[in-house]
């Protein structure tokens, strides 16, 4: 669906669960692709384009948020059809062109099934860069470090437009970041970002107006709440090892237990690493 003058969503099912996630066309002279998506997201964001009056080949840019297959599936597949230059922070840019090394660091049970092919990373970015879409569009590149090191968000001036990849916990979610102090500070330089319109993140369905900075404040105090209650479970039940203390999270949470994965629980585990702070709000 377009949601502002250049920006269109698409939402990609998970093919074995009932989550999603999005990948954004930036449409102009060329076109701009935010994230891929899963393996199977090709019949979705091409039939949109065809729809649309726009074809694959047009893509000249791939720009990544960060490596994890559920965003990068589709990649390898839209370079050969479009020849276009893929883009990615350098600490992210070994799992996007091995992902076999991807699989043995952080293996997943559904990782085969989003992702089958390597891509190379033609442009390292860099915090504060800007690339050029071309017809006057502008990407503003913002390093966005705490979901994964090298995670990083896109700052679209023209439509005041923020792509945020999953830099931004959803209230109600999982909680799934690898550095809660680094997570923090990185909505906060979201946050300090003027004049934003329109937010599109990876977790959220588009938001727009004023609500773009309070779903910002609202993450903010969802990670303090996780990390209340890693403290209070952790000081109640001393002998819990991760994985128990990962599921008495999410049942605080209101989180169904099923979805508990080894991910979940490093995030606990990250939180463990500062249970010394009562509050990881204040760095």
Request: proline fraction near 5%.
């Amino acid at each position: 669906m377009r949601v502002t003058e250049h920006v269109h969503a698409i939402k990609v099912p998970f093919a074995v669960s009932t989550r999603f996630v999005y990948a954004y066309l930036i449409y102009g002279k060329q076109i701009c692709l935010v994230d891929s998506g899963t393996a199977s997201a090709k019949e979705k964001i091409f039939d949109y384009m065809q729809q649309t009056g726009r074809d694959p080949k047009e893509i000249s840019w791939l720009v990544q948020t960060h490596s994890h297959a559920d965003h990068i599936g589709l990649s390898a597949e839209i370079k050969k059809i479009s020849r276009c230059k893929v883009a990615a922070h350098a600490a992210e840019k070994a799992w996007i062109e091995d992902i076999e090394l991807q699989y043995r660091e952080r293996p997943t049970a559904t990782f085969r099934s989003y992702v089958q092919n390597s891509v190379g990373v033609d442009v390292v970015v860099r915090d504060g860069e800007t690339l050029d879409l071309g017809g006057g569009l502008t990407l503003e590149v913002i390093h966005t470090p705490g979901h994964s090191n090298g995670s990083v968000s896109y700052l679209l001036p023209a439509d005041g437009a923020l792509f945020s990849g999953d830099a931004i916990p959803p209230v109600g979610g999982l909680p799934i970041y690898s550095d809660v102090l680094a997570t923090v500070k990185s909505i906060r330089k979201l946050r300090e970002a003027p004049g934003l319109k329109a937010l599109f993140s990876s977790w959220h369905d588009p938001i727009q107006g004023q609500k773009v900075y309070q779903v910002m404040d609202e993450s903010l105090a969802y990670i303090q709440k996780v990390h209340d209650l890693v403290r209070q479970e952790k000081a109640q039940y001393p002998a819990l090892n991760p994985k128990e203390l990962t599921l008495r999270v999410l049942k605080g949470l209101g989180v169904p237990e099923s979805l508990l994965n080894p991910i979940v629980i490093t995030t606990i585990e990250a939180h463990l690493k500062e249970s010394q702070r009562p509050n990881v709000l204040v760095t």
